[in-house]
């Protein structure tokens, strides 16, 4: 499907900030939740500033619903407060001196409706939103949770088009993080339009998002949904948020020969040239004798250089050809003997390998000049799903 | 080995307040003791010898000799009116630039002339002003607000400017984000964001306009009744009356003090927003 232009949000863009540029091509549906994942500094934020209209684009341009919000070429920009978007902030940025309803009603007043109309439509979203009992509270005697629900309604209550939301569970502690995460799922569901979703923590982004991008410096690495992300990771970054071990390497049939060192026998797919491989930190057996080596399944030696205790199992990172990071019982690691040092033998079956090339994880790079591509509508950026 | 003094005495009450404060030891370093104690001793003696001075039995008669109602009147609406001209005209120019602030290093008498300068009968406004329009400034109440004006509003400009400069700029954002253009953001965001700011230099402004002397008496003479504003009555009067001159400056003394106070609890505590 190409999209359109003329339905949700089209970023097609470039943001420079110094030695900084983040480049971005990507489109949400209505109703559809996209989740941007990435490192600190991987220009997360600077996208949804460009997108709310706080930070211009360098070149591109941004479309919403069919309308241009920004677009360097052409000199267009609709400023901050003429789109309709609402953003949820980090720190939510309540104002400090307003009572909750107050901060409800602002941008209802601040876009032009009267006193009374603004205070009724702050009343329905605080309604909506089960904050009708806070609504003379200040905001400094909000719970983490409360002041996370006012400031949905607050970005709500403007009736935008298009929601952006910047690590909105960050600033809650761990205990109220779930509730409030299934709390905000529920929401996002009812609003129809496009959102944004900024997050560093990945189950946020698989338990809230439809669709999944990744940034790292300033680039998009990989989208897909989450499951097909949490997978078939693309890069190092995604592969240790997902707790996958991934492996670069090039495929000649039914053998992979790895960058890291090594190789790998793998089902044959007729895969030729460079490839990814992902497996399993628990389909990674772990012996201190050789094991018996099938056709069918990969066998080295490693050394054991650090064991991590996770809830009920234990991490092994283990240095060999290739490294890995391979979970065992604890009962495993006293049978075994493991400790830092310890020479074993690692054993994984092809089946268990996850082997894909990179280009499918990535759309094809879109150009910021207005080359025609898909139906080449003057508005579409060709955006391929 | 490392030298330590001997643990120090603390009592319930002592420990009870540290621990509401938290931290450790805030008293003040022994050496820091003497300087501060010349300080305020050199603040105070002055206020104490007007104390002692003070004809405490005939007060009444020593005020009723002199324009004491008179200059207290003008004193009091001529600094409210130059702080009011202050926030209208000085909050905007904190907000637009961050400098104009020679009138706080300027010594008021040279301020005083250079008003004079200007806004004479022949200086290089007042010409016009006189001619176009038969106003004459000098020796006039507008004289007095503007010698305040000048002196005092530069010290409203910097708290202003200093509140501007601190103000976490993610507020006025959020109000974008939620449709407000620039005038609304300012209106409903920046300035009760800085208002504790904004209130503590209007008192800092209205204090220093109250007390102005040297650009007053230079721009504005020293009429009674319509120039002679308290600070000037004082000065004359203790030429003529000491004792009228004591009692004076008590009554500005206690003005002072009256605003300060109930000003105090609204605007001077720490400047927070809760």
Not at chain 1, 326 to 341: I, R, W
Not at chain 2, 61 to 90: E, F, H, K, Y
Not at chain 2, 117 to 134: I, P, Q, T
Not at chain 2, 170 to 185: D, F, H, I, Q, S
Request: net charge neutral; proline share 7%.
């Amino acid at each position: 499907m190409t999209g359109t232009g003329s339905d949700g949000l089209v970023v097609d863009a470039e943001v420079r900030r110094g030695e900084f540029t983040l480049t971005v091509a990507l489109a949400a549906r209505s109703g559809q939740v996209v989740g941007l994942l990435g490192p600190n500094g991987a220009g997360k934020s600077t996208l949804l500033s460009a997108v709310a209209g706080l930070t211009p684009v360098s070149s591109g341009r941004i479309t919403l619903e069919g309308e241009v919000m920004d677009d360097a070429d052409a000199g267009t920009f609709v400023e901050a407060s003429e789109r309709p978007v609402g953003f949820v902030f980090q720190n939510y940025r309540l104002f400090p001196y307003l009572t909750v309803a107050e901060n409800v009603a602002f941008s209802p007043r601040a876009r032009g409706m009267g006193k009374r109309a603004a205070r009724a439509a702050a009343g329905y979203w605080l309604d909506r939103l089960g904050l009708a009992g806070l609504a003379d509270r200040k905001p400094g005697q909000l719970s983490g949770g409360q002041a996370q629900r006012v400031a949905l309604a607050r970005a709500l209550a403007g009736q935008p088009a298009l929601l952006l939301l910047d690590e909105p569970l960050s600033a809650l502690d761990a205990g109220t993080r779930l509730d409030v995460q299934a709390e905000l799922k529920r929401h996002l569901a009812d609003f129809t339009g496009p959102c944004l979703l900024v997050t560093h923590d990945p189950l946020e982004a698989l338990v809230l998002a439809d669709q999944l991008i990744v940034l790292e410096s300033g680039r998009i690495v990989q989208e897909g949904s989450p499951a097909q992300v949490a997978r078939q990771p693309a890069t190092d970054y995604v592969a240790k948020l997902v707790g996958l071990n991934l492996y670069y390497g090039q495929a000649d049939g039914s053998r992979v020969t790895l960058t890291a060192g090594g190789s790998f026998v793998v089902p044959d797919q007729g895969q030729h040239g460079e490839v990814l491989a992902a497996v399993r930190p628990s389909a990674i057996v772990v012996s201190t004798r050789r094991p018996d080596s099938g056709s069918a399944r990969n066998t080295w030696p490693a050394k054991v250089t650090g064991l991590t205790l996770l809830s009920d199992r234990v991490r092994l990172d283990l240095d060999g050809q290739p490294p890995a990071l391979v979970d065992v019982t604890p009962a495993a690691v006293a049978e075994l003997s493991l400790s830092p040092g310890s020479q074993v033998w690692l054993s994984v079956k092809a089946t268990e390998l996850e082997v894909y090339t990179r280009g499918a994880q990535l759309h094809q790079p879109i150009i910021t000049s207005p080359a025609p591509a898909g139906d080449g509508e003057p508005g579409s950026p060709g955006v391929q799903r | 080995m490392v030298t330590r003094s001997a643990p120090s005495r603390l009592t319930a009450q002592k420990r009870a307040r540290r621990a509401a404060r938290g931290g450790a030891s805030r008293s003040v370093p022994a050496p820091l003791l003497a300087p501060a104690l010349i300080a305020v001793a050199f603040l105070l003696l002055p206020l104490a010898g007007l104390l002692i001075r003070a004809p405490w039995g005939h007060m009444a008669a020593a005020l009723s000799g002199t324009d004491a109602t008179q200059a207290l009147t003008l004193s009091l609406w001529t600094a409210s009116v130059s702080t009011g001209v202050s926030l209208v005209i000085g909050v905007p120019l904190a907000w637009v630039l961050a400098l104009v602030t020679l009138p706080l290093v300027l010594p008021p008498v040279v301020g005083g002339v250079a008003l004079l300068l200007a806004f004479s009968r022949v200086g290089l406004v007042g010409r016009y002003l006189d001619y176009w329009f038969g106003l004459t400034i000098p020796f006039t109440p507008l004289a007095v607000i503007m010698a305040e004006t000048f002196v005092a509003m530069p010290f409203l400009i910097i708290t202003v400017e200093g509140a501007l400069r601190s103000a976490d700029q993610g507020y006025e954002e959020a109000a974008a984000t939620l449709g407000a253009k620039r005038m609304t953001v300012f209106r409903r965001v920046t300035v009760p964001l800085i208002a504790p700011s904004l209130g503590a230099g209007a008192v800092l402004c209205w204090a220093r306009a109250l007390g102005e002397f040297g650009a007053t008496i230079t721009f504005a003479g020293s009429f009674p009744g319509q120039t002679e504003t308290m600070p000037i009555a004082v000065y004359y009067a203790l030429e003529t009356d000491p004792n009228a001159a004591i009692a004076l400056s008590l009554v500005l003394l206690l003005v002072s003090v009256l605003v300060l106070v109930s000003l105090r609890d609204h605007w001077l505590r720490g400047g927070s927003v809760s």
